[in-house]
């Protein structure tokens, strides 16, 4: 510790757990930073924000401004994917802190040559540390203030904006603090925070009722989910499915010679997880999908569910990997009274914790070899968190635009604490809120917290897993609410379909989910069932793709509606352009009507009149009043 | 890092900053902890608070209490001074994971025997931990749950009460994860919390007008002073005073020559911040009132500031602690264009400030060895924070007893930085804090946020620097008001005497400044003068004395009463053993009265009818409703 450091720097944000993880921002952003910093006496401050990718030598720099009470702030841009470091450093300008006394001192009529030759000796000293152009004026205006023939010259050159400019360019910042630890801003690309999901069984999509769909039936869908706006296109994993203990239809423990098995009991004599189930394709036929699918601007997202079924080659390969009982038998998956046969957990306390973990992330940097940008990760709240910090920050020292989502519903601090690990989005609890003060308050703490700089949320209104009870009772309007909730109250949203469009709402009595479900069994679509959404989907993701408002959760304000039952928000751009007023009708059984508060003053509207411009109906109101 | 440790422990309350710095304690007061603490997947987290003196080898350790949602609570005692260190650390516990899901899937039938042989393993593993009596006991309990003939004793076994007892004993704690960094409570004696300070000028205090007071004149008067409830006696500077450029009345240039200067100019040939100014006495005399003030329960409190006179010792022996301008001379201290030509600043910037730190530590040991426990700190803001920091931890290891009052009246951010550093007591806002909004706004931002665990306020109606405008208008009512508010809204308190209790108001006009200020004369006090507080003051602390809610801040609730000058507050000990409503007329000019309400559930009064004792008049009344 050097005891001549009189500057403290504190209290920097944003950051997260005071600096133990990276803050998230999206290619192109800015990073707001704000500190405390502050000395000793009267003595002035200068405080400068650094930051500079995470690979570079050099710092980048840019002066703080003061607000006021020792608080600072400065900003940078993230122009580059990766990490970014950032961090404050200040120290006391001993010349400005002459040049403010020297000013009032002459006000009152002090004497003058004094105070001219201390001023003149920390030029002196700025010379020293100044290039030669500078050094040399800087010379001569010391010159001049101690020998000056005319007094009003000595002072007009102590007091000149060109010597406080040139000082202020050869700071003596021997003295300076700077803030450790350095913090650190994950910079992913702007689709980690803009994305609109379409998860689908592939096995399921032939036309051909009961024939087991492939890559190249998806492959000719491709245009037409595009056209619906979606821009990211989930698959269940692709792996072969186990053949040992294979569910039935409807979870049931033993499945018929027909039976398909679940997509998520990976591994079979065929191979693990970087094999492809052959009923789906090969490798060719899944790399000319991806291919294709990037061609309109959309990205396939694999599954990784790091589970096996009991005859994954892994069982015999890295038994070391695995929980072994007393009478020699594998453990399976479990969570008593449930069992899960079919599955076998991985043991993440097994010593031999190195080789599971090059093994896993092995996995993933094939997939990417395979030309994958997304993986959305399977229950990754069951796996250790230490493996998926490691994991994400080493797939990102080479590939810093991976996307990693969440797929975890479980108690908040694990939700939030898999954001911080690097999750690039996480699944969220939209999915049980209903109310409008449950919205208000989820959202506001999605984005008016801390939380917002490492948690970034994905809409959906549902899943394989989940039917909720709104869209179980609710109809076509339900589907049609809850989607308009997700698409406008996040960046990123998705939904499973085709049940989705197709408002497919067969539950099992007394739970969330599908009855029927997907997961054990080839379904049969009929596509174009009369009251689908998908012209709905089409013009609802079209309004999101042409306003930026929509494009993430920067700006969710909440306006006073005099009914509990409609909901009403407004949407902004950062950059102020766009904006958006979404008023949702939170009962799917009535029409709701109400007073809304419009926020005119803020939007530049006339109180007296204006246009509003329904953008689902096209309808066009004159509204008035605020 | 361990791949393997499957525990996560964030977010460890109380902490400030981090755990940069320490909490703030009591002696014997207690430290409830609370973390979120959570693993991946179903296992059964277990946390343990553990908690040390930092110079103990030994953890203690308490089992926290899960309050939901990875929640966890735990306390412990301070019971000694210095430093504590506390962390958390928290594990899988697999066997009661076991033991609850054995428990379930008997209870739905599943088959027990080879869970009977997974429970029985774990126990193996704890005979290897535990200590003999108990390893043999567990031993025999998994001998049976393997062997026992009847399998309603080999159930009954793995469930047992003891059984879950022997093996919360013997955890597996290979893979816990313990919380870095470990935090640190700083415990200091109950004084800290609660005194009660009378400041006085002991030159002032001879009987006879004109004579320069001594020890022994004030050693007279500690009765007095006791008998008003005061327990600390804060001295100014009791060293030498300059001479060079000594001040006149009233701070003016010119000293005469009876002048006796500022005690703060520290230091002439006579010596410096070791030395005893000779016209108060000498070091046997200081010496015994340090000893007499402790048979009345009372501390005196000496004055470190470091400055020097320009005659001090150190301007000479030491030239590198000072700054020196260009044409030789040492540089005064100033605040442009405000000039204090009798005073020296410190350089803190120095290269040479280990020597310098060594010295002014040697200064604070010199009095602590004279018997000296209080120190109050002259302007700390303006010297460098590392220093005092450094300072305060020193001295802590060998007396942690010692109490520093930071006499900082500057911007919040220092203010609260000295807290933090370590300064026991802080000069607070409270003299500028006026209005009902501004007491419950200040007295909130105290108490309910985490700057209550590092800056413990000291409440001072008046200083010898600082004369409120409501002490210069108010009369006698705005002297008890102030007072009333100071003694009840903290446990530290004091005044500056006997201004205070005489009631003197004389200002320079328009300033916040006595007029003819004691720093630079010899006062002649009227000490019997009609009017004055003495039985006020001997009242108001007595009631202090008595009532353990106002030693601390621990519990102060505002409620709610219909005028605006008037402003309730309840009080109350941590023990919820004393209880006092406090009502403060802030109108010094005009009787008011009001409707409060009165938490009469809390309190456990009859709303039908109680008794209101008011403890200044004496008067009780009978109170109904709440």
């Given at each position: ?117 201390i001023g003149a000796t920390l030029i002196d000293e700025a ?27 000595k002072l007009g050159a102590g007091l000149s904006d060109e ?328 960046g990123n949203c998705g939904i499973y379909g085709p049940a ?127």
């Open positions: 510790m050097a005891g001549s450091l009189r500057v403290m720097v504190e209290s920097i944000k944003p950051s997260v757990d005071g600096g133990r993880f990276a803050i998230k921002r999206l290619e192109g952003e800015t990073v707001k930073v704000t500190c405390d910093a502050f000395a000793d006496g009267h003595d002035v401050v200068v405080a400068a924000l650094l930051y500079k990718g995470a690979k570079d030598k050099e710092w980048n720099e840019v002066r703080m401004q003061a607000l006021g009470n020792d608080h600072w702030e400065a900003a940078f841009t993230v122009s580059q994917l990766g990490f970014y470091l950032y961090t404050v450093e200040a120290w006391i300008d001993h010349f400005i802190t002459w040049q403010n006394g020297f000013r009032k001192k002459m006000e009152v009529g002090q004497a003058p040559d004094l105070e001219l030759l010379v020293s540390r100044a290039k030669p152009a500078e050094a040399r004026r800087l010379a001569q205006i010391a010159k001049l203030m101690r020998e000056g023939p005319l007094l009003q010259d010597l406080t400019r040139l000082m202020a360019r050869n700071p003596d910042r021997s003295e300076a603090s700077k803030h450790l630890p350095e913090l650190r801003a994950r910079v992913e690309p702007v689709k980690a925070g803009f994305s609109t999901w379409y998860e689908l069984f592939p096995r399921s999509w032939s036309n051909e009722a009961g024939k087991h769909g492939t890559f190249k039936d998806v492959e000719k869908k491709l245009p037409a989910i595009r056209n619906m706006g979606f821009d990211v296109l989930y698959f269940p994993p692709i792996h072969p499915i186990g053949e040992e203990k294979r569910k039935g239809k409807n979870n049931s423990l033993i499945a018929g010679p027909f039976d398909p098995g679940s997509p998520w009991a990976i591994g079979s004599k065929l191979g693990g997880h970087t094999a492809i189930h052959p009923q789906l394709g090969n490798l060719k036929d899944f790399k000319q999908l991806v291919k294709k699918a990037r061609d309109l601007d959309m990205e396939i997202a694999l599954d990784f569910a790091i589970q096996c079924a009991p005859d994954h080659p892994w069982v015999k390969e890295h038994p070391e990997w695995f929980n072994w009982r007393p009478d020699g038998t594998v453990q399976y998956a479990e969570n008593p009274p449930k069992r899960y046969e079919d599955v076998l957990p991985i043991n993440f306390e097994t010593k031999h914790w190195k080789s599971l973990w090059e093994e896993l992330k092995s996995i993933v940097d094939h997939w990417i070899t395979q030309g994958v940008r997304i993986f959305r990760v399977d229950n990754p709240h069951t796996k250790a968190f230490p493996f998926w910090e490691w994991l994400i920050e080493e797939i990102h020292k080479k590939n810093p635009d991976i996307i990693f989502l969440a797929e975890a519903f479980t108690r908040p601090r694990l939700m939030y604490r898999l954001g911080k690990i690097g999750f690039t989005q996480s699944y969220s609890y939209f999915t049980w809120r209903n109310t409008k003060t449950e919205f208000i308050e989820y959202i506001n703490e999605l984005t008016q917290t801390e939380v917002k700089e490492f948690y970034r949320p994905n809409f959906w209104p549902n899943t394989p897993d989940i039917l909720m009870p709104g869209l179980q009772h609710g109809g076509r309007p339900a589907f049609i609410m809850r989607y308009v909730l997700a698409a406008t109250l996040s989705f469009e197709l408002l497919w709402n067969e539950a099992h009595p007394g739970k969330e989910e599908y009855t029927n479900n997907e997961k054990y069994e080839i379904r049969s679509w009929n596509w174009d069932a009369p009251g689908n959404l998908k012209d709905f989907l089409t013009l609802m993701n079209g309004i999101r793709n042409d306003h930026s408002s929509l494009q993430s959760m920067d700006e969710i304000g909440f306006y006073y509606i005099d009914n509990d039952q409609l909901l009403a928000y407004l949407r902004r751009s950062p950059d102020g352009k766009d904006a958006l007023l979404v008023i949702v009708n939170l009962d799917p059984y009535n029409a709701q009507s109400g007073w809304v508060q419009v926020p005119c003053q803020e939007l530049g509207l006339n109180e007296t009149g204006y246009e509003a411009h329904d953008l689902l109906s096209g309808s066009r109101y004159t509204w008035q009043g605020t």
